[in-house]
């Protein structure tokens, strides 16, 4: 079993920045991809980024590229989503996954086997 926690939600202003955390423990995997998504009220859920947790290649989706950035940290077992320049649209509940045995990045929730309870991020314009 893994376990993820995330962290660093809020309710920010148009243009600024946040950094979410997704804290995994239990049994890890050196063949995985941790990925960030969101959901938005009334919509599906959507891939916003993703990490390979060996190698450490990075994808974004197209509305994020250029603002946020995923990066991670082996030793804490910990993966971050840098937010910057935020926008109204951005506002949803973010959630962090993790793919075990993987080469790439999944960008379909169904491709991932274990998610954390998702944190609130809101901006407001």
């Known amino acids: 079993q893994v376990q993820l926690v995330e962290s660093g939600g809020g309710l920010v202003q148009a243009g600024a920045s946040l950094r979410l955390s997704c804290a995994a423990s239990?049994?890890?995997?050196?063949?995985?991809?941790m990925g960030w998504f969101r959901q938005a009220p009334g919509k599906q859920r959507e891939f916003v980024s993703g990490?390979?947790?060996?190698?450490?290649?990075?994808y974004y989706a197209d509305s994020v590229k250029g603002r946020f950035t995923i990066s991670r940290d082996n030793a804490k077992n910990t993966v971050y989503l840098q937010m910057n320049s935020l926008k109204p649209e951005d506002t949803a509940v973010y959630y962090c996954?993790?793919?075990?045995?993987?080469?790439?990045?999944?960008?379909?929730?169904?491709?991932?086997?274990?998610w954390g309870q998702g944190t609130q991020v809101t901006v407001s314009s």
């Open positions: 990490i390979a947790w060996s190698g450490g290649s990075t």
């Open positions: 239990g049994r890890t995997f050196s063949s995985a991809a």
């Open positions: 996954a993790v793919r075990r045995w993987v080469v790439g990045i999944p960008t379909t929730p169904e491709d991932y086997d274990y």
